[in-house]
């Protein structure tokens, strides 16, 4: 059987209300636009707080001119009912006004993996709404090189042998492959830091097949101004040889902290949430995550499960709202609020300008010789 590809491609075309959700009417244009079309064995439409995902399978690799074209096309489409309703940031991911062959680079997120699917190939897709890419550095690397999270690591043979990581750098665009665990150290100094390293693909070493492959478009860096948080998703593998579902699953439990939530400049907890719950309102957020499994079959999705509506997840989520109590305590204060060098938008350079003329210059050889009192010497 010829290999599939899974193409998650996701966009934010406009809020219902503001940028909590997406209108009804607008997941429906994006179904009418796929349902039915040749290029697709399948598909499925979902959104994550104001982000509209396209779940696709197909025969046509990564990188496919057409399934990114037809990607473009539903979100142009999309677009028009979000202007029609008058919906908040209509058309917002979508950076360019022409398509040229790729989506990437033009606002669009995409995650997409092509496999020869085993006999059974299950996978989950992870989707998130008031964050960045960086956000799955964490749980990637729990899942694929932590023992503590994953103990397939250490007792299945099919995977003892460890995962490589490519690590992109998002500002100089530059990626490095890094195999675990012997660059375990090595990983870390770069993943530690998500707002500027994330990982884009995960490997098995045994076989050099994919493990996982996540979205790592930064939109204000392809826009030079900020339109809006990144809201990322990723692909991941499981079972026979790539963690359990389980252990993909496990690292949610703790509810970790992300760059995004309010403007896109605060850190917050990233909350595990059922499909039904992912619609941000508090200070817009906190951050979401949403996890669907499908069974591929031949590329026909089968599902989705919605993991996090298990009960197993409630006490992340409390925690989640425990922390996101104390961080909002924190008001305008770093690090609530972003560090100045990562915020989306700031009023620094027209106080800065406003004020220019009572700022004093305090260095020595700057200072202005001071009048003597009262004309003494
Ligand atoms: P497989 O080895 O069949 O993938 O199962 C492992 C498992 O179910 C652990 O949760
Ligand atoms: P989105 O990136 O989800 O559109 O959110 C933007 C924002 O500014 C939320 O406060
Ligand atoms: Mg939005
Ligand atoms: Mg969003």
């Known amino acids: 059987?010829?290999?599939?590809?899974?193409?998650?491609?996701?966009?934010?075309?406009?809020?219902?209300?503001?940028?909590?959700?997406?209108?009804?009417?607008?997941?429906?244009?994006?179904?009418?636009?796929?349902?039915?079309?040749?290029?697709?064995?399948?598909?499925?439409?979902?959104?994550?707080?104001?982000?509209?995902?396209?779940?696709?399978?197909?025969?046509?690799?990564?990188?496919?001119?057409?399934?990114?074209?037809?990607?473009?096309?539903?979100?142009?489409?999309?677009?028009?009912?979000?202007?029609?309703?008058k919906l908040y940031g209509a058309g917002q991911d979508l950076l360019s006004d022409a398509f040229s062959g790729n989506i990437k680079g033009l606002g669009p997120g995409v995650a997409e993996i092509e496999v020869e699917e085993r006999e059974s190939e299950p996978v989950v897709v992870l989707m998130a709404d008031k964050t960045e890419p960086g956000a799955w550095n964490l749980p990637l690397y729990k899942i694929f090189a932590d023992p503590f999270n994953t103990i397939g690591l250490v007792i299945d043979p099919k995977m003892h042998c460890g995962f490589?990581?490519?690590?992109?750098?998002?500002?100089?665009?530059?990626?490095?492959?890094?195999?675990?665990?012997?660059?375990?150290?090595?990983l870390l100094v770069f993943i530690g830091a998500p707002g500027r390293y994330a990982v884009k693909r995960v490997f098995h070493r045994g076989t050099g097949e994919i493990a996982a492959a996540?979205?790592?478009?930064?939109?204000?860096?392809?826009?030079?101004?900020?339109?809006?948080?990144?809201d990322p998703v990723c692909i991941v593998r499981c079972q026979n040889g790539y963690p359990s579902v389980g252990e993909v699953l496990e690292p949610f439990a703790f509810p970790h902290l992300v760059s995004g939530w309010m403007r896109g400049s605060h850190s917050g907890p990233l909350m595990p949430v059922a499909m039904a719950d992912a619609r941000?309102?508090?200070?817009?957020?906190?951050?979401?995550?949403v996890a669907l499994?499908?069974?591929?079959?031949?590329?026909?999705?089968?599902?989705?499960?919605?993991?996090?509506?298990?009960?197993?997840?409630?006490?992340?989520?409390?925690?989640?709202?425990?922390?996101?109590?104390y961080m909002r305590r924190m008001g305008p204060f770093e690090p609530h609020r972003l560090h100045l060098d990562e915020m989306e938008y700031t009023t620094m350079p027209q106080v800065m300008e406003k004020l220019k003329d009572r700022f004093i210059d305090l260095r020595r050889d700057k200072k202005p010789k001071e009048k003597a009192a009262g004309g003494v010497a």
Request: aromatic share 8%.
């Open 1 to 85: 059987m010829a290999k599939v590809t899974l193409s998650v491609i996701k966009a934010d075309i406009g809020g219902f209300v503001g940028h909590s959700a997406v209108h009804p009417e607008v997941i429906e244009k994006a179904r009418g636009c796929l349902e039915g079309h040749p290029l697709l064995i399948d598909y499925r439409v979902v959104h994550v707080g104001d982000d509209v995902n396209l779940i696709m399978t197909h025969n046509r690799g990564r990188n496919s001119g057409e399934i990114h074209q037809l990607a473009w096309d539903t979100f142009t489409a999309c677009t028009e009912v979000a202007k029609k309703l």
């Open 164 to 186: 490589d990581f490519e690590v992109r750098d998002l500002i100089e665009n530059k990626k490095v492959i890094l195999s675990c665990p012997e660059d375990l150290y090595d």
């Open 214 to 230: 996540s979205s790592t478009q930064r939109l204000n860096l392809i826009a030079g101004r900020y339109v809006g948080k990144d």
């Open 280 to 289: 941000p309102t508090r200070f817009d957020g906190p951050p979401r995550v």
């Open 293 to 325: 499994g499908f069974q591929l079959a031949n590329g026909r999705l089968v599902g989705p499960h919605d993991f996090f509506g298990d009960p197993a997840f409630d006490r992340a989520r409390k925690l989640a709202l425990t922390i996101a109590d």
